[in-house]
């Protein structure tokens, strides 16, 4: 297949493949399929799709295991350990800058239609909704973690220096305990991340600065696919798309119905908890611009500043091109991606 005929945007992002059938064959194609972390309701609509039998109906035998972090995800699809995975585009774009690499993997489907990238504070320590009381504070994050990477990008959009504040490393599960010990003033969250301590914190007592108002205008986590499996079986690529794009409707239509099936993954998981963390999600799975260009869609130009400013901050030698990032041949039909309310 020709590389420059990969990519459709906006209305135009209607897939060049037939629709795969919506019987299930006799045999199922097996599919490994990796998250970027843990199960919770962050993740609802690849579990609907599987408990509802939507991977079934395209003729899909379908199982995900949890990620330890983009990168793992994105390495364990390349290396062929797994079929499809879920993973951050940033992270994605660094991979595929290096060549010996770069035809390994592709992002399919855009989840996240903003990185929810935050850094929340408390009040009571000088954090304000305003990114310039960050200045000289001290924030908690993991020692390799998408928020803080992505730091230097919403500096520069923000006029201020990348060292403004200092960096605590803190292991993921800590940042909590830290932050309200008074360890530290802030600490990094995915914002969907950040409902167990939204649960022990009165939200008037926190300030949460999202990238997206510093005018950083990153996608986050997307589904890839290996390009040995979108060559080798197209229609098992379009047909875990489609069965997630319902899952995806289900979820935003009924998402305390999606969380039964979230729990019957993970019972320990909270019910209440796992809904208010999707509330969050889904204002950064479908946003304003999905309207033009549909759920799992992207705006070229985006993508492009995206490219630029990844390779910019971490001198990246050479950065792939819109094609070396994205493969959207296999996306549902726009009409069937199109937000419902």
Known sequence: MHRRQLLKFAAACAPVLPAPALAAPARLTPIKFTLDFRVTGQVAPFFVALAKGYYREQGLDVSI????????????????????GFGDISSLIEFNADAGRADLVRAVYQYYNRAPFVIIGRRDRGLANDWRSIAG???A????????????????????K???????????SQRDNVLIRGDVDGATYFHDSAVSLFQRVPAE????????????????????????????????????????QRGLHDTLADPAGAM???????????????VARWNITAGYVSGADTRQHGLGGVHRALVEQQIASVGETF?????????????????????ERAPKA
């Open 65 to 84: 295991d949890v990620g330890s972090g983009s990168v793992a995800s994105i390495t364990r699809v390349a290396s062929g350990a797994y079929d499809l």
């Open 137 to 139: 504070k001290r924030i």
């Open 141 to 160: 994050a993991a020692a390799v973690e998408s928020t803080r990477r992505a730091w230097p990008m919403a500096a520069k959009q923000l006029g201020m």
């Open 162 to 172: 990348a060292d403004a504040f200092e960096w605590v490393t803190t292991d993921f």
């Open 205 to 244: 007592q926190l300030a949460v600065l999202k990238y997206s108002d510093a005018g950083l205008q990153l996608y986050g986590n997307a589904i890839l696919a290996s390009t040995k499996l979108a060559a080798a079986n197209p229609n098992a690529v379009a047909g875990f798309l489609r069965a997630t």
């Open 260 to 274: 039964a099936h979230v729990l019957a993954r993970e019972p320990l998981l909270n019910a209440a908890t796992e």
């Open 315 to 335: 001198g990246l030698k050479a950065k792939p091109a819109l094609d070396g990032v994205y493969d959207l041949r296999f996306l549902p039909p726009m009409a």
